[in-house]
């Protein structure tokens, strides 16, 4: 389908990610030895917050993860609000509010995915995208952009607050999620690996890997029916 048709059903709900009000600070890229869709699959789940990002971000959820509802939307795609100081030591807030979101709470925070490996991410003061691109069936890539409102860029502390923004995220990645998705790649390789079911709380999870496969067995179906000429 044209961009247009891909992303047109879903504009109303990322309303939100209004990036074209913003400026890009600085596209990170991480090397990772697992899978692209463990990466994506972390990238999605709140049932591993609490437990996995307790040193980090994970006290900040504010909100009932058995409450949240996610917004399952066409090819795929998920969407999800929940209450969410923004990402920095403490949860306090380092940049300007988006001016989009003046008037609503500070805890405001959002999160959704296009498929197959966008996705998006907004707290009270930034916008964030990752990108998760296969290097091969066992190393990825993951392309982090961060975005802030103008106005942050003006303030003489901004690259002080940046940094401690960027390390903040990255030790969350490198030193919890990181560790994790490379144990679980090992252990997928295993000849006595068994998948196991979906918890409730990973809707949007099941949500996307049923497009998946959706989406590959039909290119499967295609690749193996015969062409107009061979049915001639």
Known sequence: PSLKDFIGPLQEVLWWFQSEQCRLAEKVV???????????????????????????FGA???????????????GGAWAYQQEARPHAKGGRQLFPTLPWLEGMASSTSMKAGI???LNLSLRFDSLRMWQVWPVDESHSELHMYSLFTPA???APDFQANYEEYKRF??????????????????AMASRFYVPGPFSHMEGA????????????????????????EEQR
């Open 169 to 186: 995220l990255l030790a969350a990645i490198i030193e919890e999620d990181g560790p994790m998705v490379v144990k679980l790649q090992q």
């Open 115 to 117: 498929h197959p490996n």
């Open 30 to 56: 991480l090397k990772i030895d697992c899978n692209w869709k463990l990466l994506l699959e972390n990238l999605i789940d709140i049932y591993h917050v609490p437990v996995l990002h307790r040193a980090s």
């Open 205 to 228: 999870v099941h949500h996307l890997m049923r497009h998946y496969l959706q989406v590959m067995s039909d290119d499967q179906a295609r690749a193996e029916s015969p062409s107009v």
């Open 152 to 154: 942050a860029f003006e």
């Open 60 to 74: 900040f959820l504010a909100s009932d993860r058995e409450k949240i509802r996610f917004d399952l939307l066409p």
